[in-house]
Every structure is written in structure tokens, then in C-alpha cells.
């Protein structure tokens, strides 16, 4: 069948929750509205009962099969889209990251090949890991010829693919004049790099070390000079994984100037706190994420944030790695741990069950945070997320009567371990097609 019909399902925007049927027709929302009909032995008729309706889940912060020296991260596009699907999000966005001296364009085809496999549209960010004169050239290509929209810049990982905030700013100058979007990785990679020294030459090499070497202040230190070149430049910015108090406090204020920033989270630095790092090992290692997992007073400063509009976005930085074989190799040496979790399966589920559920959140800043924002400010909005008729037929229906418990040995994520293990969750998400029953 090309057509069908949700009847009986409570629609969910990010402006209000109504009662109404929807159409879809060869992939499109053809109407919204009561008592709605299809052509008669064409049209699959759906009841959506008890269900939510919502817009799929837009993920724009995602790093499947990306290549570390420890390998590959656990998920390539084939399996990552796939738990993402099952988790309600219906469309990715994953990174291109050049080697040192390579051409964007050569990098961001071989990556395209890559992703073959995905289940679900996707775009690319294009990482600028490197710089030198020729990189602002490159980007206008990437945009004029290819299509990019936006590229992402690390001020972490000296020495590998980060760059120098002077080299930003170029950076930003050219993003603006080709339209572009900038996301940036705001941590203070020389700081990062000294304490990082220091503790290993103490002998003190655990994953607990991870964290403190990467206080908040690292973190909230680069946001402010980033703000400060967007302010300079007039680069539209996004700040990826936000996860201090100290930055949400420079961050309200820049978007209260009316500054073009953007800001995103991720639910492990909603749902977690920083006593993870003081488990033994292994249990600690899966844990070892950049930024790392924060104290008490940072996380309940997120979900103001979430609830004050601070925060545009809640995407996961999906990037898991096994902890036997990939994340154990530096137990002695928290510098080799890669870093990394999953979390694409249950992004929806967990802001659902921890901030709906618990009304830290409202149902409409809940599918503002996981699809609609995100569609807005990455150029895909109405077509997607959004119910409107016209758009793109990425439709979910949201179970809240279900129940399960994390854990990775039944979850689609291809990895051993789970952040999240043995956490309860709520809500149920499934992609509506035609032939849905």
C-alpha cells in the first residue's frame, strides 16, 4: 500500500498536543485533522490507540565506524542506523574526519562510501581537523559543489585533530560568508594536555583521572572564546555536548545579546554524575567520554537549561567502543582509553522516561529537543520534523504504556557494554510506514 491512515493517536508538536488523524501519501503528509478518510482498499488504516504521534527523531551528532588507533567505534552505519531507527529517530547526521594534509573533498567521498549501508537518510558534517591556507578554499567547494552545509572543529586533542582558536576564527569568517554552520568541541586542549601530564608522571592513571583532568572549566573557558568569535565573526555556532554549568551561564547570555548560537547536550550528562569514575575496573572504562560525565550541580543546571530554552538540542555523540578489546587497553593509562559511549537506541526513550515522565520537560519541548530544533537549525525544517502536510512522512508512534530495562546484551547498539545498563525506561517508538499494522 502507498497510503496511510493514523487514526485515534494524539498528535505532539513542539507548539501543542491535539487529537487529530493523519494522512500519508507515497511518503508525504497529505492532511492532518478529525475524522479524515483514505481511498478505500488503498489506505492502511492504522489506530494509534493510546499512542503519541510524533516527528522522527533528528539526531545530528553521531560518529558511526569512526577510525581511532584502538579501531573502529563499535556501530557502522549499517547497525547504528538500525538502533536508531528502533529507538524513533529517523534521520543522522555523522562527521567526515580527514587525516592530517587530507583533502576534504577526497575525505568526505570516502566517507560517503562508508555510509552506504545506512538505513537512514543522513548528512555529513565535515570535519576540519587540520589547517593550513588552503582549507577555507576547500570548504567553499564542499559547499558549492557538494552540498555541505556545515563543518565541525575540535579545540581538544592537541597534537592529532585539533586546531588553535586563531585558526578557528578563520575558520568561522569563512563558514559565515558561504552561509555554513561552525560545531565546535569547546575544551581547552593545551590545559587538558598539561594535567593530563601531570597525572600519568603521578602514577595516576585510573579513568577517575580522565575526568579530573577535564574540569568544567575547560570546557566553559572555550565556550567563552567561541562566543567571542561568534560574536567578532557572525558565524552561526553550535556548541556539541554541552555539559557545564559554568557554559550554559555564557551561553543564556550570548543567545540573550541575540548572538547566532546554538547549543547542544547529550543524556549522559542529563542522567549521570561523575561517581561513575569511581567504580573499579573495568566497570569505570566504559565511561571514559569527552567531556566527561559531571558533577550533581552540572547536570541540574542542564535540565533548566532544557526548560529555559538554553539548550536547543539533545543528541548522544553516539560513538560506543567495547570495553574488552578496545577501552581496556588503557586501564593502566587512562590517556589510551578511547573515548566514547552509545546511546542512539535510547535518546528518545530516556528524555521521555527522565524528563517527560518526571515533568522536568513538557511533551512539546521533548519533540522540540529531539527533532523539531534540530530540523530548524540545520536547514531541514518542515521537511522534517514536522507533521505538517507537505512534509516528509518520518512519523513515530510513542507506546507509553511500555516498559523495559537497558541492558546491552538485548539492545541493537553493537557493543558489550551500555552507560546506561540496568536503567528502567518508558515509551516504546516505532517508524510508521504504508504498510504498518
Not at 580527514?98 to 558534517?125: F, K, M, V
Not at 557572525?234 to 548560537?261: D, F, M, N, W
Not at 555523540?317 to 587497553?329: L, R, V
Not at 537549525?377 to 513515530?396: E, H, M, N
Request: glycine residues 8%.
Amino acid at each position: 500500500m502507498q497510503s496511510a491512515l493514523l487514526v485515534n493517536g494524539t498528535l505532539i508538536s513542539d507548539e501543542s498536543v491535539r487529537q487529530e488523524d493523519i494522512l500519508i501519501r507515497n511518503n508525504r503528509i497529505i492532511s492532518t485533522g478529525n475524522n479524515l478518510s483514505g481511498q478505500p482498499g488503498e489506505t492502511n488504516i492504522i489506530d494509534a490507540g493510546r499512542k503519541y504521534i510524533i516527528p522522527g527523531g533528528i539526531d545530528p551528532h553521531v560518529h558511526f565506524a569512526l577510525p581511532t588507533p584502538e579501531g573502529c567505534s563499535c556501530d557502522d552505519f549499517h547497525s547504528g542506523s538500525l538502533a536508531a531507527m528502533a529507538g524513533g529517530t529517523t534521520f543522522i547526521m555523522d562527521f567526515v574526519t580527514p587525516a592530517p594534509g587530507q583533502n576534504l573533498i577526497e575525505a568526505l567521498s570516502l566517507r560517503r562510501q562508508e555510509a552506504e549501508s545506512c538505513l537512514l537518510p543522513y548528512r555529513l558534517h565535515v570535519g576540519l581537523t587540520w589547517y593550513d591556507h588552503t582549507i577555507t578554499s576547500q570548504m567553499q567547494q564542499c559547499v558549492n559543489e557538494e552540498g555541505i552545509t556545515s563543518f565541525k572543529v575540535y579545540l581538544a586533542y592537541k597534537g592529532s585533530i585539533g586546531i588553535e582558536y586563531h585558526e578557528l576564527e578563520k575558520v568561522m569568517h569563512a563558514a559565515a560568508s558561504l552561509n555554513a554552520i561552525v560545531l565546535v568541541h569547546c575544551e581547552e586542549g593545551d590545559l587538558i594536555l598539561k594535567k593530563q601530564r601531570e597525572f600519568v608522571a603521578a602514577g595516576k592513571t585510573s579513568p577517575l583521572y580522565h575526568a579530573l583532568s577535564r574540569p568544567p572549566e575547560t570546557e566553559a573557558s572555550a565556550v567563552k572564546k567561541v562566543i567571542d568569535l561568534c560574536r567578532k565573526t557572525g558565524c552561526r555556532t553550535y556548541i556539541v555536548h554541552t555539559s557545564a554549568a559554568k557554559s550554559l551561564q555564557y551561553i543564556r547570555a550570548a543567545k540573550a545579546e541575540g548572538l547566532p548560537l546554538y547549543c547542544e547536550t547529550c543524556p549522559q550528562y542529563l542522567l549521570l554524575d561523575e561517581s561513575v569514575y569511581r567504580k573499579p575496573l573495568p566497570a569505570s572504562l566504559k565511561y571514559v567520554i569527552s567531556p566527561p560525565i559531571r558533577g550533581r550541580e552540572d547536570r541540574e543546571a542542564l535540565w533548566v537549561a532544557l526548560r529555559d530554552g538554553t539548550v536547543d538540542v539533545v543528541a548522544t555523540d553516539h560513538c560506543p567502543f567495547n570495553t574488552f578489546g578496545q577501552k581496556d587497553k588503557g586501564a593502566d593509562n587512562f590517556t589510551l582509553i578511547p573515548n566514547g559511549a552509545g546511546g542512539v537506541e535510547h535518546r528518545l526513550a530516556l528524555l521521555y522516561t527522565y524528563g517527560v515522565l518526571t515533568k522536568k520537560i513538557s511533551l512539546q519541548q521533548f519533540v522540540a529537543l529531539t527533532s523539531v530544533n534540530a530540523a530548524r537549525i540545520f536547514g531541514l525544517f518542515p521537511d522534517k520534523g514536522s507533521l505538517r502536510p507537505g512534509s516528509t512522512a518520518d512519523v513515530v508512534l510513542l507506546d507509553p504504556d511500555y516498559t523495559s530495562v537497558i541492558s546491552a546484551d538485548n539492545g541493537l547498539q553493537q557493543c558489550d557494554s551500555d552507560i546506561y545498563e540496568g536503567m528502567p525506561i518508558s515509551g516504546k517508538f516505532s517508524v510508521v510506514t504504508a504498510e504498518s499494522v
